[in-house]
């Protein structure tokens, strides 16, 4: 039963995290299945794969803890672990997951693109691109970090190099949608002009700001466009207790005289944040976004922002 488990694509796009952004639980390592496994360790897995597929993220978990807990030599059964945690956006605790993976089988590309991912999230760039080069110089057909460098770069302004990346994941078979985009993006000549929001730096003195449409967060066009440069921002933010918050796009709204908009209109986008506060209440609130117009972005007032974590190793 296990056997056909691990090999099954897992193709629903998780949490609407990006296609491709994480690593997805498309092939668990085919030798998974040659290892030994107690009667409880395979019943854990299995559950846990379960709810994986059923978008139970939370009771995915507790089946890989206790799986762990019987057998921790498993290095699919980590790498598992840690991507559930990516989609769940716990990236420090992915990062060790992954390590752990990798401390267990070295060769590991899987597990150093889905770690890569995740340093990315924290906004460790530097070791991100560390564990891509290395997942790609262990596997150089890995399509899937190829076009994640390559992301990665255009993040960080260097489009000639993504733009190489992408055009050799296009030519290695990937024909995901997305990607062919970037392969006939990377043909034109770039005009406007992008603000890639890799840091949160200020923090908003105003109360009102982000929250009242008169006073809305102006995250611009991005590399990947406007509605990247939102969910990039928002996945920037932490709560009060420094976790990160929970989102979703309700609609658009309040028209506004913007020389960057359609006929010299744009309009604000509308997201629902659900947070913690320091009373460890949850919260839910609205906040106005504008993807057309560019001011350096604040944290909003009474959040904090994504620091880098000081267990990632480049």
Known sequence: MISKLITRKLTKDMKNIAVKKHVILAFILLSLSKMIFSQNVEEYFEKGILATQSEKLDSALFYFDKAIEIKDDISAIWYTRATV???LRQYEEAILDFDRAIALTPKYSKALNGKA???QDITDYDGALADFNQAIALD??????IFNRGTLLELLGKRNEACEDFNLAFLLGDEHPKT???VEKCKEKQSEKIYPILRLTKTATDKKYGFTQ???IKVGPGPDGGPANERAYLNLLRDVNGKPIDYNRSGSCCAYESENGLFGMALLDVYEIRYTNEKNEKKTTIVYISMYDYEEPQILYNFKTVTPSKLSKP
Not at 140 to 145: E, F, N, R, S, T
């Open 214 to 216: 008169e006073n809305p």
């Open 85 to 87: 945690k990516s989609w």
């Open 117 to 119: 991912c995740a340093k």
């Open 140 to 145: 150089k057909m890995y399509i899937d970090a």
């Open 180 to 182: 062919k985009s970037k």
